[in-house]
């Protein structure tokens, strides 16, 4: 499946933007930027990537995953579980390629693919047998060179945290919604942190100013779907 988000929306004071215009001569992520990537990558796998490609996945209007997801809160779930699998991929990648040759976003990126990895785990061994399956990812250039990592991980972090918040009224029992926002706070400071780094001046930290703003998931899905990051 895929994603793809308008930045003007998630990037009120232009941090994200000035963070992707640095590697913007590269055409996949001059696409993602130019498209609004919040996210940024193309997720597959049987049900998952033909509820992408089907008008449903655009017409959620409580914001809610396309039916195909599954029902109710496993649908959130297995939502939340594909955002998931294309981060712990991207970081994965990332930490094995050894193109970080910053010691401090090195240490960043591999606590956020320990991070991310359990997130995984713990999402699948919540679905059981429900749970979509991980599909494969090309992220075409951007796990192995380090700006154009930094860039797209601040813009996949920050998509994360809109994807949770916008989940967060639609989620009916209690306990999901706990892990879920257990969830969301850590790739907030994921995203913060990775924020700071790309921008000194902090502004990056919170791109949406005081207040966050939520993503439905038609706008998370549609940004996705453009990216070509599925093999």
Known sequence: MSYQINLEEVDSDGAIREAADAVSGDSRLDFLRKAGLAGGAVFGGGAVLTAL???AAFAASSGRPPSKFGKGDIGI???A?????????FYAQAVAGGALTDSHLAALAGKIAGDEKAHVAFLKAALGSKAVPMPKFNFMGTTTNQAKFAATAQILENTGVGAY????FNIKSPAVLK???????????HAGAIGFYNDATAKAVSPSGAFDKPLTASKVLAAVAGTGFIA
């Open 179 to 189: 892990d879920a926002i257990s969830i969301l706070t850590v790739e907030a400071r």
């Open 165 to 168: 918040f916008g989940q967060g």
């Open 81 to 89: 579980l594909t955002l998931e699998y294309l981060e712990a991929a």
């Open 77 to 79: 779930l297995n939502y």
């Open 53 to 55: 490609t089907a008008p």
